[in-house]
């Protein structure tokens, strides 16, 4: 399997521009995570779906931030307008259950490096 | 609610040597530990879990780590580190939702 693929790995945009990462899950995996990486935040937990349904959404910031899974293979990530701040790593992640709940593990892909303007 | 911290942000180590990575656990419930490996530039991998069972447990490359449920501790120990044992390392717990809640990171970097 490829593993988790994210696309693209780069993005420079300016700010108030609309954004969107892109994520290829593992073929049946039934979870889909995204994450946010900041040096001042570490590691975030944004929102995850199961079996293409969104189940926790806290981790979105605010309402500029959005995300759909249209089907089990794909999902994107959305910032509109973008703001500075929202410069980060955004990283995917898939798994065939909650970490923990089974003996599977969260599976990352290479992140995308955002940078706003 | 379960949290998790890592004592050191970076651990300056020399190639060969010993290194321990550490880990302390806040939850009040059944606990589940992971560490998990981030290279640079690239996503995160896992090392290692404890689920449950013998306390001490063998990940990939080289790498242990062992539950304290008094100390409440989840240390990472490697014997001999090489130079590509370079990286981010990160401890994690799992809350009672299911969510991976992660510590802030400890940079290993490892020189010859």
């Known amino acids: 399997d490829a593993g988790v693929i994210q696309s693209p790995r780069h993005e420079v945009t300016e700010m108030g521009q609309e954004v969107t990462l892109r994520c290829k899950p593992i073929?049946?995996?039934?979870?889909l995570f995204w994450y946010r990486q900041t040096m001042m935040r570490g590691l975030e937990l944004l929102i995850y779906?199961?079996?293409?349904?969104?189940?926790?959404d806290s981790g979105m910031p605010e309402d500029r931030f959005s995300a759909k899974m249209p089907n089990a293979s794909f999902s994107t990530l959305k910032i509109q307008p973008s703001e500075p701040r929202d410069s980060a790593v955004y990283f995917c992640?898939?798994?065939?259950?909650?970490?923990?709940?089974?003996?599977?593990?969260?599976?990352f892909g290479p992140g995308t490096r955002l940078t706003v303007l | 609610a379960q949290s998790v911290t890592q004592l050191d942000s970076q651990v300056p180590v020399f190639e060969e040597a010993p290194v321990e990575l550490r880990c302390n656990y806040s939850?009040?419930?059944?606990?589940?530990l992971f560490w998990y490996v981030q290279y640079p530039n690239q996503g995160l991998q896992l090392l290692l879990k404890?689920?449950?069972?013998?306390?001490l447990v063998k990940g990939i490359n080289g790498f242990e780590a062992e539950f304290n449920k008094s100390q409440t501790s989840f240390h990472l120990r490697k014997p001999s580190v090489h130079i590509s044992d370079t990286a981010e390392y990160f401890c994690?717990?799992?809350?009672?939702?299911?969510?991976?809640?992660f510590g802030q990171g400890t940079e290993l970097s490892v020189k010859p």
């Open positions: 992640a898939s798994s065939f259950g909650l970490a923990g709940l089974t003996t599977d593990t969260q599976y």
């Open positions: 073929s049946g995996h039934d979870y």
């Open positions: 779906f199961n079996n293409n349904v969104p189940i926790d």
């Open positions: 939850s009040s419930v059944s606990v589940y």
């Open positions: 404890y689920l449950s069972g013998s306390t």
């Open positions: 994690a717990i799992v809350n009672q939702g299911g969510k991976l809640i």
